[in-house]
């Protein structure tokens, strides 16, 4: 029997991370694969990759890594010998190898949908049963039912907009917006100290906007550990970029060719003028429109889809994945890894679940900040003995030959048994360099197995390993005296 044109074994709506990693798995493990996504590029045709791609973090590392080049070229070849003169930035160029980059990537995932027959639907689409969608076309603005077995709901998060800041798309301006300005800024603010304001902020402050970062909140990143975040305030503001702890803005107006932001923090009311301001407040979840009220799909009191340990919601044979869902933190490889757990899931197959404790979170700063696992912080307020060992860069001869020595390797491991709880670090690479962590974390390790796990010397990865045995005290590279 023919299946109908319109009929599938699973329908992915959305093709960020999430969304294009259960698409693929599906398609691989012989599902009749579908993805709808509305995302339009420059000449309105569809485009895979989600904000990841275009307002998210590959875009964020293509202009970072331009911004650290220049800024190496001013204050760090010359320690190498190497001397440069009448050095300028051309920023329409830097956007262009950055486009270049994400060109790259999305047609790469195009060749990846075409060889398995993942059929597109350049549209946006509304649930309107368990087993049907409404689409609405881009272009054409037809409608059309498609009906599958499984429906898979990635729709990801977009930016959560103030009141009380209204966008003009040219002197106050969205995230995603700020990674294609192509006039750096002489002063920058930027709303928001959370992953993406940082990373906007380590991008342009480099670049020579002088910036500023207002934050409601008056602990900084309190979801990191606390020591790490110390030492992130200590470098960042060793910077130049000027960190305002709970600084809540009161108002936001152009006055001229400037914008005058109004603030309120423990000292009073402030005046900022500044010549353009990047609202970083946070993400919310894609669910406006996602369903019709009749399907009655659930979602939770901050307005994410519900859903079980298996990304299931409560519908039958509908799941939720990503940034749409709570567990877990907003990032595209936790959306990856939830992609291709609900694709086994619905192959038949019993995919181990996620430990949703050991997904890596990360700040594409510089230096770079990465963790997974429990703070130190947590340990204490659930009363479980630990103990740590710290390893600074400054006392790892790799950093040292690199120049990139800021920052330090925390290992916090159970008092009693051992087991490695946690492992935060601040650093150039650790991005990199916690993936090591995570699998000695995933097989239960000990900072004993990964202090004897022998690791090339001289390498950054050797932190790691230092870290690990100054838990006992016995780093061989740095001493720390015991209480």
Request: aromatic share 6%; net charge negative; proline share 4%.
């Amino acid at each position: 029997m023919t299946t109908p044109i319109n009929e599938f074994d699973a329908v992915i709506v959305g093709a960020g991370p999430a969304g294009y990693a259960a698409a693929i798995r599906c398609a691989q493990l012989g599902l009749n694969t579908a993805c709808v996504d509305k995302y339009s590029g420059p000449a309105h045709e569809s485009e895979l990759g989600g904000t990841n791609a275009h307002g998210g973090s590959l875009a964020t590392l293509a202009l970072l890594e331009s911004a650290k080049f220049y800024q190496a070229l001013i204050f760090e070849y010359h320690n190498h010998g190497i001397m440069a003169e009448n050095i300028y930035i051309d920023p329409k160029r830097m956007m262009l190898r950055k486009n270049a980059i994400i060109d790259h990537y999305q047609k790469n995932l195009s060749n990846i949908f075409n060889v398995y027959n993942i059929r597109r639907f350049h549209a946006t689409a509304r649930l309107l049963s368990e087993r049907q969608l409404q689409l609405s076309l881009i272009n054409g603005g037809e409608t059309e039912i498609i009906r599958a077995q499984h429906i898979i709901l990635a729709t990801g998060a977009s930016g959560i907009p103030l009141p009380n800041v209204p966008l003009d798309n040219e002197h106050i301006i969205s995230y995603p917006q700020a990674l294609n300005i192509e006039q750096i800024p002489k002063h920058l603010c930027i709303i928001g100290a959370g992953v993406i304001g940082l990373e906007l902020a380590a991008i342009w402050s480099r670049l020579g906007a002088k910036t500023t970062i207002l934050e409601a909140q008056q602990q900084f990143l309190a979801k990191a550990d606390q020591q790490i975040a110390r030492e992130a305030y200590r470098i960042y503001t060793e910077q130049g970029i000027d960190l305002c702890l709970g600084a809540r803005v009161i108002a936001v107006k152009k006055i001229d060719k400037k914008v005058q932001v109004e603030f309120r923090d423990q000292e009073g009311i402030h005046a900022l003028i500044t010549d353009k301001v990047i609202v970083a407040s946070g993400r919310k979840p894609n669910t406006e429109n996602l369903a019709t009220p009749e399907t009655n799909l659930l979602l939770d009191e901050s307005g994410f889809v519900h859903v079980d340990g298996n990304c299931r919601t409560n519908l039958p044979g509908v799941y939720a994945i990503g940034d749409l869902t709570a567990p877990g933190p907003m990032f595209a490889h936790k959306g990856i890894a939830e992609g291709v757990f609900v694709a086994e899931q619905i192959a038949g197959n019993q995919p181990a679940g996620i430990n949703y404790n050991l997904i890596p979170s990360i700040i594409y700063s510089d230096p770079e900040i990465a963790w997974a696992g429990q703070t130190e912080q947590e340990l204490i307020a659930m009363g479980e003995p630990f103990k740590t060992g710290i390893f600074p860069f400054s006392s790892n001869l790799r950093s040292q030959t690199e120049q990139h020595n800021k920052g330090f390797v925390k290992i916090i491991a159970h008092a009693e048994h051992d087991t490695i709880l946690g492992v935060h670090i601040i650093g150039s690479q650790a991005s990199e360099l916690i993936s090591e962590a995570l699998v000695a974390m995933e097989f239960s390790a000990s900072s004993e197995d990964l202090g004897k796990t022998i690791h090339v010397h001289p390498s950054r990865s050797e932190a790691l390993q230092e870290a690990a045995l100054t838990v006992t005290n016995r780093s061989l590279h740095w001493f720390s005296l015991p209480d």
